[in-house]
Antibody
Framework: EVQLVESGGDLVQPGGSLRLSCAASGFTFTTYWMSWVRQAPGKGLELVANIDQHGSEKHYLESVKGRFTISRDNAKTSLYLQMNSLRAEDTSIYYC?????????WGRGTMVTVSS | DIQLTQSPSTLSASVGDRVTIACRASESIINWLAWYQQKSGKAPKLLISKASILGSGVPSRFSASGSVTEFTLTISSLQPDDFATYYCQHYYTYPYTFGQGTKLEI
């Protein structure tokens, strides 16, 4: 079964850091771009970051550039999102997503809350 | 950035109705458009890719069409399970963006 399972979401203070992880299984991880998509409470969807199969090409949402870093470990079939200098507006559910034919596989998401 | 505008934002309908949701891009995205369904408290699910290709396991009552800047998603006969929020998304050039969503309600 194709599966993506996120972890690492938490309550963190403004200015703090958090690292999200996504464990992938059931497919050949090394052949897919991977992404993080977020959704603020009651709001729409927003692509946060993309990474290519080898980890060499990355793209970021403008508002997270310089603060967030996407990475992957193909040996562990895992995707990561390092989030620094967190702001209240980063509060969202963060989904790990496979980029196949469009965004074809989604995890259940992990909640990040930035609040004092 | 390419903007996607969905209409309507909210759609009231009944079981058995035929409904259409529109998505307009601010510039040409050729056919690099996807549609997603999201039920409350769940992750989005891919319905359509490349403007008109039905996703794996998606019922045939869903169809989509369009190109360049104008796209539509149609549900031919609404079922109770179809009441959800629908998003379009382009993947033509970075940054990929989503429409604001259309909530389909009874």
């Amino acid at each position: 079964e194709v599966q993506l399972v996120e972890s690492g979401g938490d309550l963190v203070q403004p200015g703090g850091s958090l690292r999200l992880s996504c464990a992938a299984s059931g497919f050949t991880f090394t052949t897919y771009w991977m992404s993080w998509v977020r959704q603020a409470p009651g709001k729409g969807l927003e692509l946060v970051a993309n990474i290519d199969q080898h980890g060499s090409e990355k793209h970021y949402l403008e508002s997270v550039k310089g603060r967030f870093t996407i990475s992957r470990d193909n040996a562990k079939t895992s995707l990561y999102l390092q989030m620094n200098s967190l702001r209240a507006e980063d509060t969202s559910i963060y989904y790990c997503v496979r980029r196949g034919e469009a965004f074809d596989v989604w995890g259940r998401g992990t909640m990040v809350t930035v609040s004092s | 950035d390419i903007q996607l505008t969905q209409s309507p934002s909210t759609l009231s309908a009944s079981v058995g109705d035929r409904v259409t949701i529109a998505c307009r891009a601010s510039e040409s995205i050729i056919n690099w458009l996807a549609w997603y369904q999201q039920k409350s408290g769940k992750a989005p699910k891919l319905l359509i890719s490349k403007a008109s290709i039905l996703g794996s396991g998606v019922p045939s009552r869903f169809s989509a069409s369009g190109s360049v800047t104008e796209f539509t998603l149609t549900i031919s006969s609404l079922q109770p399970d179809d009441f959800a929020t629908y998003y379009c998304q382009h993947y033509y050039t970075y940054p990929y963006t989503f429409g604001q969503g259309t909530k389909l309600e009874i």
